[in-house]
C-alpha cells in the first residue's frame, strides 16, 4: 500500500478552491477548511504533505474575523512536520508576507504567490514537486 499524499486547502472562496482544486492530481487527497477555526481542528487531527493556505478567512458562514491566516500559521507551526511544505496563495500583500515570514522562521519550505490565473503554473508545480 503506497502513502496518500494528504494536502490541506485553507480557503473560503468556493470558486477559488475550485479552480485550486483543478491543480491537483487525483493521487493527492485534498482536505479543505472553510474556516481559520476548521483548519486548526484538521491540523490538531492529522499531519499534512503540504498545505495551501489563504490569509482572510471570513467570507465563509463560519468565519470569524479575528482568526486569519496567520492563526493557521501559529497552529501549523504547533502541530506539523517541517517536512510540511507550504503555498500561500493568498491576494491579501501584507497578510501573505506575514504567514511566510512567520512559517519560513519556524523551519518550513514555504512558496508564495498572489492568487491570480496566473497562480495555476506555479501552484501545479508546487503540487508536482510534493510528489517527488
Same mark, same amino acid.
Given at each position: 500500500?503506497?502513502?496518500?499524499?494528504?494536502?490541506?486547502?485553507?480557503? *473560503?472562496? *468556493?470558486?477559488?478552491?475550485?479552480? @485550486?482544486?483543478?491543480?491537483?492530481?487525483?493521487?493527492?487527497?485534498? &482536505?479543505?477548511?472553510?474556516?481559520?477555526?476548521?483548519?486548526?481542528? @484538521?491540523?490538531?487531527? *492529522?499531519?499534512?504533505?503540504?498545505?495551501?493556505?489563504?490569509? *482572510?478567512?471570513?467570507?465563509?458562514?463560519?468565519?470569524?474575523?479575528?482568526?486569519?491566516?496567520?492563526?493557521?500559521?501559529?497552529?501549523?507551526?504547533?502541530?506539523?512536520?517541517?517536512?510540511?511544505? @507550504?503555498?500561500v496563495h493568498s491576494q491579501n500583500?501584507?497578510?501573505?508576507?506575514?504567514?511566510?515570514?512567520?512559517?519560513k522562521e519556524a523551519g518550513f519550505s514555504v512558496e #508564495?504567490?498572489?492568487?491570480?490565473? #496566473?497562480?495555476?503554473?506555479?501552484?501545479?508545480?508546487? &503540487?508536482?514537486?510534493?510528489?517527488?
Amino acid at each position: 500500500m503506497t502513502d496518500m499524499h494528504l494536502v490541506l486547502l485553507v480557503e *473560503d472562496d *468556493d470558486e477559488r478552491a475550485a479552480k @485550486i482544486e483543478q491543480c491537483v492530481p487525483h493521487e493527492v487527497r485534498c &482536505v479543505r477548511a472553510r474556516s481559520a477555526g476548521a483548519a486548526i481542528g @484538521i491540523l490538531r487531527r *492529522d499531519k499534512f504533505t503540504g498545505i495551501l493556505l489563504d490569509f *482572510d478567512l471570513y467570507r465563509s458562514a463560519h468565519g470569524d474575523p479575528r482568526f486569519t491566516g496567520e492563526s493557521v500559521a501559529q497552529a501549523i507551526c504547533e502541530t506539523q512536520p517541517r517536512t510540511c511544505q @507550504i503555498f500561500v496563495h493568498s491576494q491579501n500583500p501584507t497578510g501573505g508576507r506575514r504567514v511566510f515570514a512567520l512559517l519560513k522562521e519556524a523551519g518550513f519550505s514555504v512558496e #508564495q504567490f498572489l492568487w491570480s490565473s #496566473q497562480a495555476t503554473g506555479p501552484l501545479t508545480s508546487w &503540487v508536482r514537486d510534493l510528489l517527488d
